[in-house]
């Protein structure tokens, strides 16, 4: 960090780059509804996930009102119980977390980061959301048809899922997979845009290796989501076939209730291996990204230079790449060669390498930075703690003989909760708290986040660390009700009480945060270009919010990666992306406030303005 | 694959953006493709297709392994089919080189034989079908029939997809606008229609075969 140069050369006006044509709304329809602009599109799936995120957190809720106190509500029948199971998981990962992070933060982040007007391609973007909401709507239609949604569990496992013991084998199903369909043609349109956006429309000097982690996190995944959602994809459709037209892809010969039904020599592991190519890097669809943005999160608050920044790219490279060939870990219990497994097993524990890089680097970063304990800084801290544990117990289940037993115990649902539930929405948090003044203008409410935070944080622990307990005495996951088992002694049962009061408290506390969200909006404090004094470009725009086409009458140029905090010798502790390394503009900067020139000048003309013109 | 992965090595090892500061007169070229952002689009688009169309040949594959598995009764008409998409590939060929010498002409004309043998071709799919389904083997009668219907109906559906851009383009030219305007689309088509040209062989090979 020492070998700053002092270039007097650098002053050069940035050349004209070529402008792309911008569409320009005229109604508040073409500006608000059918919406061309990325960070429009961004809040519109944004708002739509969280919507639907809250369906399942109340699904949650009715499922740990069960758990904790079986045969007590009469609304609740077996039947029901599965169903929110499903819906809560699927809903979970793909329609909140995989819709958020992509469609929401990719969309808001992609253009402003790597300093374009907007996606390369705004019209299909546009169409992106509303087949996403579109998806939505089936999803929450298959809630009103008869038999109700599928109840197949979020795996959608057959032969069950489509045979009559199971609720909601008719509509619920055929909905649940044509919603899985229409959700990947959708993401499919979005994906393009970010992959090619990163690809094609970065900035000058914006290099790949000057890019933001957060940008390296979101177009990785991105990448992943592309090539592995077509496995969903094909098991859906061949779903749909078995179900509606009598197909057998997946379907054995079976007797159900007596009767030879008509299927015959499908494989339901078949449907496990095309399921699970999707579901293992679908983990990393959700976690990459937020490995990205709590990256930044961690440099910014910290005010310190991400430690390792090549590694941290080549780490998300790494475990994207290996991400594509662990799949068959969870399928340990379909049987399989024991080569096959150790094959998986011996793959699933390298992933832990690029893994534990990320971890350490972060740690790093943290170490003897100058560490500001805001709401954002907060909740990365927890994903720390969060993720490395539940990344120690992935290591448990990915070896055969020990996942054997723990196998559909409540450990598993104990693991994967930490792992990629409650981590990457710690970032997601995080990162709304983090880039709301930007989106908004105005900052969150900072009590009530700090509110927010630690009932959110030691809640989670309450809920998900018992459950480990739950799982090793073998308390069984998607079980109504486990009363009356011998095994289960009196005082997992209170466990199970403890955990549901856990859980409801904090599934109330969100309504501090979606109360923080309204209220900030119209009673915020006004939050000003910059107001983390970040390094990345979309802090330094003209304007806050930024207008359509981001940057002004200029495009920034980029002439430093993304993580110049408290370099040894600048007059402040952070030096912008697009602020050139001259003597001349660190003079300037002594004299006005870092807050308006970011806000004003860099971002406004993409260089200073020369000395002495203000 | 092996591309991607060589541009990533050239873009990332060996630089170290903590210590570089290149200035403006050295900030040019910053790695992006040398090609219109729709070409990369397309070939973004291409992956995920071979994807897709991977995953349903492994399936394929894996579903042969059942014991009820029985070899597919192709339909002649398929040998015609081939022929037909073969042949609106190669006029999607000659509308592109005539895009590039600047006749409107040669790629009017172009696109209509195009377009008219992809339609053929889909209406020939569509026979192909009819004809299963009279000898007796509709989707259910047994899993390789229940793959014909599924790969046809995905591949057909692709095609379609190419067919929509095919419109919008044809329907610029009628309106008489220049080359310049619609030689991106012809160019984009063409590589389209030769990827699926690709994949249906593979299909169609497959189900000969097995």
Known sequence: MT???????????????????????????????????????????????????????????????????????????????????????????IYLLTALFLGGFGNYL????????????????????????????????????????????????????????????????????????????????????YVVTVLQARTRGMTMMRLPLTVWGIFMATVLALLAFPALFVSAIMMTLDQALGTSFFMPALVSKGQHLAYNGGSPVLFQ?????????????????????????????????????????WAILAIGGLSFIVWA???????????????????????????????????????????????????????????????????????????????????????????????????????????????TGRMLNDTLGKFHFWFTFLG??????????????????????????????????????????????????????????VWSYFKGKPAGGNPWRATTLEWQTPETPPKHGNFGATLPVVYRWAYDYSVPGAAEDFIPQNQPPSKKAKGLEQTLDAGELGAQTRGAMGTPKPLGSS | MAIAVGWLLRQTLNTKP??????????????????????????????????????????????????????????????????????????????????????????????????VFSFSFLAGQLWAWQQLNASGYFVTADPATAFFYLLTALHGLHLLGGLWVWGRTTAKVWRGVDVGAVRMSVELCTVYWHYLFLVWLVLFALLLST
Not at chain 1, 17 to 22: F, Q
Not at chain 1, 58 to 75: A, D, E, K, N
Not at chain 1, 180 to 191: H, Q
Not at chain 1, 499 to 512: D, E, K, N, S, Y
């Open chain 2, 18 to 115: 903590w210590i570089e500061q290149r200035t403006v007169s050295h900030v040019d070229g910053e790695g992006a493709l040398p090609l219109p952002s729709v070409k990369v689009g397309l070939g973004v688009f291409l992956a995920v297709a071979t994807s897709l169309f991977s995953l349903l040949v492994s399936a394929y594959f894996m579903r042969k392994m059942g014991a009820d598995w029985s070899k597919l009764s192709v339909p002649r008409v398929l040998w015609l089919n081939t022929g037909l998409l073969l042949a609106s590939g190669i006029a999607m060929q000659w509308t592109r080189a005539a895009a590039r010498r600047g006749q409107i002409d040669g790629v009017r004309s172009g696109l209509i034989a195009g377009g």
């Open chain 1, 110 to 193: 992609i253009p402003l980061m790597v300093g374009a007007r907007d996606m390369v391609f705004p019209y299909v973007n546009m169409v992106s959301y509303w087949v996403y909401l579109f998806a939505v709507l089936l999803l929450v239609a298959s809630f009103f048809v008869p038999g109700g949604p599928t109840g197949a569990g979020w795996t959608l496992y057959p032969p069950q899922a489509i045979l009559d013991g199971t609720p909601g084998h008719n509509w619920g199903i055929i909905l649940m997979c044509v919603s899985l369909a229409f959700f990947i043609i959708g993401f499919t349109m979005g994906g393009l845009n």
């Open chain 1, 460 to 517: 989670t622990y309450a809920i998900y660390y018992p459950m480990h307990y739950l799982g090793i005495l073998g308390v069984p996951r998607r079980y109504y009700a486990v009363t009356g088992t011998d095994f289960i002694p009196q005082s997992a049962h209170s466990l199970n009480e403890g955990i549901t009061i856990a859980a409801l408290i904090v599934g109330a506390v969100q309504i501090v945060f979606l109360y923080n969200l």
């Open chain 1, 329 to 439: 870990h969870h399928m340990y219990v379909s049987g399989m060669n024991p080569y096959f497994g150790f094959f998986f097993a011996t793959t699933t524990l390298i992933i832990a390498i690029p893994t534990a890089l990320k971890v350490y680097n972060w740690v790093l970063t943290l170490w003897r930075g100058n560490i500001h304990l805001t709401v954002p800084m907060l909740f990365a801290i927890g994903f720390v703690f969060t993720f490395i544990n539940g990344g120690l117990t992935g290591l448990f289940l990915g070896n055969v003989p020990v996942d054997l037993p723990l196998s559909d115990t409540m450990f598993v649902v104990a693991h994967f909760h930490m792992v990629m539930a409650v981590s990457p929405i710690l970032v997601v948090f995080g990162a709304i708290y983090h880039w709301y003044p930007k989106i």
């Open chain 1, 273 to 313: 291996h095309l399921f699970w190519f999707f579901g293992h890097p679908e983990v990393y669809i959700v976690a990459l990204p937020a490995f990205g943005m709590v990256s930044d999160l961690i440099a910014t608050h910290a005010r310190k230079n991400i430690f390792g920044y090549r590694m941290m790219v």
């Open chain 1, 3 to 93: 070998s700053v140069t002092h270039d007097e050369s650098a002053y050069v006006p940035a050349a004209e780059v070529e402008e792309p044509e911008l569409y320009h709304p005229k109604t508040f329809i073409g500006k608000y509804i059918w919406s061309q602009d990325a960070k429009v599109i961004a809040v519109q799936y944004a708002i739509t996930a969280i919507g639907i995120g809250l369906v399942a957190l109340v699904l949650s809720g009715i499922m740990r009102l069960q758990l904790g106190f079986p045969h007590v509500f009469s609304f609740i029948t077996p039947n029901n119980y599965l169903q929110f199971v499903t819906m809560h998981g699927m809903i979970m990962v």
